[in-house]
C-alpha cells in the first residue's frame, strides 16, 4: 500500500467528495525540506482510474493550515485551546446537566453522509445507547431521502442503483431525470457516453440545459417541481401505444390498472401546460422509451428534492415496470447520490426511524435484534424521532436544548436557514466535530478536531451499492483524533465506555456486520480482507462465500410477496407549494457546479477548486435579465419571502426564462438556502429545494 522511494511516497486512498468513491494515490514528493502533493487516478471497477477536478484535489483541504488539530473551547466569544481531557468533562458536564434538567431527549444528535460507514453505525449506536435519546438525524435527510423511500415502498428495498454501473453502456435508451452528472459525479459521464456511441437513445429532463443534458438526443426542459406530472405524461404514451410489458407486470407488479386508469383520465395538453414540455416531444419519449428493448431511468436532487420529491420518484418506477425494464440486463433504476457516502449512511442507523441493516426503530423484532446485539434492552431503545430540519425546529422552539454535530453544516444546507441559525445560538450545549470551523461550527461551544479522509481508516459504499475499503495514508494531525475514537471517548466520560471499547475500525465494521445480519442492507459476508482482495463488493452479501450482488430483483421484489408496488400520482400533488406570483415572479432552483462540495467547507480551502469558482452566482435568461434591468456580471439582489442574498448574475440562454438558479456551495451573504421554505415531503420530510419563488432586482455597486 505504501511504496517508499528516497523522495516520493505513494498512499492509496479514496476521494472524499461525490458517491463516486474514485480510487486514487496521493504521492507526496520531499525537496529539499518542502513537501509537495499530487493526487493521481487508480485504477478499480467503479471510476476505472479517472478523477475529476475536486478528487485531483483534494488533499489541498486535507493538509490546510486552517485545519483544527485540537480542541477548542468557546470562552467568552473566542475559542480557546484546551487538552482533551478538559474537553470530555465539559461534556460531561454540559450533557448530564441537560439531560437531568431537560430529560434524555434534550440531547440531539446530527449526523452526515459524508462519513465511514463504521463512523455512521456507530453515531446511531451512541445516540440510542450512550445519549439514549430519540432525536438523531443527518445530512441525508437533504438529500437522497426521497429516492431512498421511493424505492422503499415501490421495490421494498432500496440500494441507489439496483444494477452494477458497468450496465450502463449497453442500454438501450436511458432517461435521466434531474440529474447534472457531468458536474456532480463527473468520472460516471464516460458509461453514459459509451451507451450512446453504442446506439443508445438518451432523454435529459432539466428545466436547465447543462453539461449533461448537452449530451442527449432529446431534452426535456421541464418547469421546476412538474417531474411528476411529466412522469405522467411518460405513461399515459406507454399505456396509449399498447408499449406496456403486460407478462410482466401480470405476475410482478401490484396497482397497474389503478395507475392505468388515473393517467388515461389525464389530459395531455393540460400535462404539457404544467410541465412546459411540448406535447409531441412527451410523445416521442414516452414511445421511444417503450419501445426500447432495455432502459434505464436514473433520478436525483432535480426530481427528489421537491416537496413531494418521493411521489415524483415513485412515478419515475410506474414507467420501468410497466415496461417490465426492471430486474434484467441493461434495465433498472438508479439514484444518483451526491454524498460521499450518501449510500451507506443511510443503512447503518443514523436515520431518525432506523436502526442498522435498515431496520426500522418502530418494529419490535428489529428492536429486539439490535439490542441483542448492543447488549442492551429492547425497552429501553429511544423511539423514532424526527427529521434533521424537524430537529432544528425543536431546537428553536427549546425542546432540544443540547447537540453533537458530526461533520455537517446545517446553517448553510438547511431550508429557511435562517431559523437553523437562531436555533442553535440558543442551545445550551452546541459541540461540532469538525474539520474546520464552518460557519456552523462558529456557533459551537465545544470544537473538536476531526479526521480527515486521509487519516481515517474505514469503508464506504458507492452510489453503485458496491462496499469499498479506504485505507489511512497518513497519522491524524495534531490531537486530532479518528471521529470513531472520539465517540468512544464520550461514550466512556459518560459511563457507557462499556459499549463502545473498539479500537479499530475494523472492530466497528466486524459489529456492523453482525448487526447488518439478516436485514435489506445485509453486509454479513464482507470483510476487510475481502475489501482488499476483490476491489469492493456490491450489497447484499449475506455469506463469506457470497459474491455479491451485481443485479437486484430478478427474481422477485423485496415486498413479502415478492411483488413490486405501482401507486397513483397525481399531477397536483407534486407541484411546489410556493408558485411564482405577482411579487415573486420567478422560479428559483438550486444546485451544484463540478469544483465544489455540499456546502464548500472543504472545497473552498483548496486554492485550486476555489480559484475556479470563488463566489456564488445567479444563472438567468438573457430576457429575463434584461426585463429586470440586471446587466451580465453585475451584482443582484435575490429575494423571497425568507430572506435575501446579493450574488452576482450571469446570464445564460440555458435556462428557462420563468427561472433562475443559484449554487448552494457558499455561505452568509450567499446561502442561497436563507431563501429556501421549510415545507416537506409528507412521506420522507426532504424539503422542496428545487423550486421556490423569488423576485430580483440590480445592486447598484459602489
Ligand atoms: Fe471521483 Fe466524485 Fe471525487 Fe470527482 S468528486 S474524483 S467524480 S469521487
Known sequence: RQQEAETERVYDTQCPYCSMQCKMQLIEQSIVSRKQYKT???????????????????????LHSDRVTYPLLKVNGEFVRISWEQALEKIRENFTSIQAEDGNDALAVYGSASITNEEAYLLGKFARVALQTKYIDYNGRLCMSAAASAASQTFGMDRGFTNSMSEISNVRCIILAGTNIAECQPTMMPYFERA???????????????????????????????????ANGLLKVIIEEGLVDEAFVRERVKGFDEVAEHVAALDMDEIAELTGVPVEQIRKAGGIFGREETGMIFTARGVEQQTDGSAAVRNFLNILLATGKMGKPYCGYGAVTGQSNGQGAREHGQKADQLPGYRLIENEEHRAYIADVWGVRAEDLPRKGVSAYEM????????ITGMLLMCSNPIVSNPNAHLVQEALQKLKFFVAVDLFISETARLADLILPASSYLEDEGTMTNVEGRVTLREASKPCPGETRHDWQILCD???????GEYFSFSSAEEIFN???IASRGGLADYSGITYDRLRKENGILWPCPDPEHPGTKRLFEESFAHPDGKAVMVAVSNNSVVPKEKPDGEFPLYLTTGRVMSHYLTGVQTRKSSSLAARNFESFMEI??????????????????????????VRSQWSDKIRQDTVFVPFHWADSQNVNFLIPKDLDPTCRMPGFKASAVKISPVVEA
Do not use: F
Open 40 to 62: 493521481i487516478g487508480k485504477d478499480n471497477p467503479t471510476s476505472e482510474g479517472r478523477l475529476c477536478i475536486k478528487g485531483m484535489n483534494a488533499h489541498q483541504h486535507a
Open 196 to 230: 450512446k456511441e453504442n446506439g443508445a437513445y438518451i432523454i435529459a429532463i432539466d428545466p436547465r440545459e447543462t453539461a449533461t443534458t448537452k449530451m442527449a438526443d432529446l431534452h426535456l426542459k421541464v418547469k421546476p417541481g412538474a417531474d411528476a406530472a411529466l
Open 392 to 399: 432544528m425546529e425543536k431546537v428553536h422552539s427549546g425542546e
Open 490 to 496: 464520550i461514550a466512556k466520560v459518560l459511563g457507557k
Open 511 to 513: 459489529e456492523l456486520r
Open 621 to 646: 435568461h438573457p430576457a429575463t435579465a434584461m426585463k429586470y434591468n440586471i446587466q451580465d456580471q453585475s451584482l443582484v439582489k435575490v429575494e423571497s419571502r425568507r430572506g435575501s442574498i446579493v
